[in-house]
């Protein structure tokens, strides 16, 4: 009996623990059921937040880009229906959805760009109603098209009642004086602060002549916005150029101007370097015009300062048919230059050798940054020059020698030199004739240089001994971005490494751009902070001049008042001074008589 009695008391022990313990899981249960079902609902609220938030985002953006919702698209495909209208073609469904597609992906970013897209004359009006309707562009680059001068005098009247139009490319778009008198008159009063009307390549090229001159020279002398115009290859001719450098006397807004190619002469040099000093201008391209060794001497005396303060920044001189003898005197008067940045002297003939002045230039001058001497004949005789001028420079960053006769020799001394400079970022010696003993010179200076981020060896003469060394060089350098080796006999092998290492340089240095901008914005701040405290003390220095300034003023009252009284005081003693003159000489009158009657009544 005692034995099943305890069985029934273990057994109840046990049923009674079952039970607490099957209660308590099933509190966790529904415990775990409310928590789940509520982490559901949280969710489900997470994700309603979000749908609204992304709701709000497309709303704002809907609104913000209106280019793509509202009106717009049925002007575009205006401006298609126009297009093919000037093409003579029919409208297809299928080729204006492709046309809104391109114009969803190009039109952005206030940038209209449509070149090279065969817009005629009525295309030149519908983009105009598009502009003026719009007013989200400011750049609006529509060169290398047919506009011709009826789509122009479109294209102006409508931008003209917009102030949203700051950039114009109409390069290439068959456009004669009569369309390029009414750009200017047009858009005379205008917001246009850039305007290019170039033709450097023979297709629908805009002939100006004369007759536009003369509104360029009116539109230059009243225009007070215009800061860069580029008149490339426009035919202007030796009239139409003197019209418009007697323009640029009366401007001081211009800072940049393209004459390239429009037949300048010497004489038309002499004419624009003593109108510059007057004007603001800083980049000036006279390239591929005769100037010859005559107009390279006026360039010289300007650069003295012969007629003027130079301000020049950038000079294009290329295809200028001048010799060693005329860049004799232009690199003489650049040895001791600090204003120009940038010279460009290509595709001109160096065949004599470079002058003797141009060594003495590259040692001396810290001014230059970028200089271009392509296709210049240049061989390795020239090449040595190179040596000795890059070692001492502290300012050129960017050197362009492509398409020159540099072989093995001349790229060891251009290798030397740059292994004891600190300063040059890019190299261009594409096109040259250099072999394996060169580039393995060029290969083991990025060895030791680590300034050098691009160097440009496309078409030359380079093998796999070239390869070996640059594997071996870029292993350790982290500062090369650009090694172009394209059109050279080098295998692919090396060429596969040389890339894997120029990638890996590239992602170093774009996660190195953070921090240095970082750096440059804490350096504002602090520079900021700095002008703060400057301006501080410039206000308090006013102050007490002006303290200064009232107290003088009333210090000067009372001395204007002190010396009134004085005079006045003056005056009165001068008046006293008289009176007793006159009693004093009556008196000596009276003693006088007295005398006189004394003596003869004694006598």
Known sequence: MRQVFNLNVKHSRIRTSYDKTRSKSAKRSSNLRRIKVHSLNRSSEFKFNISEIKSSITEKTKKINSFQDNENPKLLSEVYKAKCADLNIPCLPEQEKKFLAYCSTSLKNRRFLMRSLMCGPKSGKAIGKLLSKSRDFAFVDLAKNTLGDKGVEWLCKYISKTNEVVHLDLSCNDISSQGAVCIFETLKDGCLVSLDLSSNEGLHRNRLGT????????????????????????????QGVSLVIKGLSSNTNLLSINLASNEISSGLVLELVRVLPTTSI??????????????????????????????LKK??????????????????????NPTLEYLSVSHNSFQRGLPSTFSPMLRNNYGLKVL????????????????????????????????NFIEDEGAEKIAKGLRRNSKVKKLNLSGNRIRDKGGVALGNLLAVNRNLEEVHLKQNLIRDETGTI???????????????????????????????????????KHLTIVPKLKNQISTMQSEQKSMEIVQKKIRLKKKELKEGYSRLEKQHERVNEVSQSEQLKTKEIVQQKETLQKKNHQLAESLAELESQITVSAS
């Not at 800083?282 to 300062?305: D, P, R, T, V």
């Not at 050129?396 to 492509?402: A, G, H, M, S």
């Not at 350790?476 to 692919?492: E, G, H, Q, R």
């Open 372 to 403: 271009k001497l392509g296709n210049c004949s240049i061989s390795n005789r020239e090449a040595f020059v190179f040596s000795e001028g890059l070692s001492s420079n502290r300012g050129l960053t960017q050197l362009d020698l492509e398409n």
């Open 211 to 238: 007759q536009a001159a003369k509104a360029i020279k009116d539109f230059l002398a009243s225009n007070a916005l215009m800061q860069t115009l580029n008149l490339e290859g426009t035919s202007l001719g030796s």
């Open 282 to 311: 800083m980049s000036l391209n006279l390239s591929q015009n005769s100037l010859k060794n005559e107009g390279a001497e006026y360039i010289s005396k300007y650069i003295y300062g012969n007629f003027g303060h130079f301000k």
């Open 470 to 508: 640059l594997m071996q060089s870029l292993r350790t350098n982290f500062s090369i971005l650009v090694f172009d080796l394209d059109l050279n006999p080098i295998s692919n092998r090396y060429l596969y490494f040389i890339k894997s290492y120029l990638e890996r340089n590239r992602k170093k």
């Open 315 to 336: 000079l294009s001189i290329s295809k200028a048919d001048i010799s060693t003898q005329g860049f004799t005197r232009i690199f003489s008067a650049l040895t001791y």
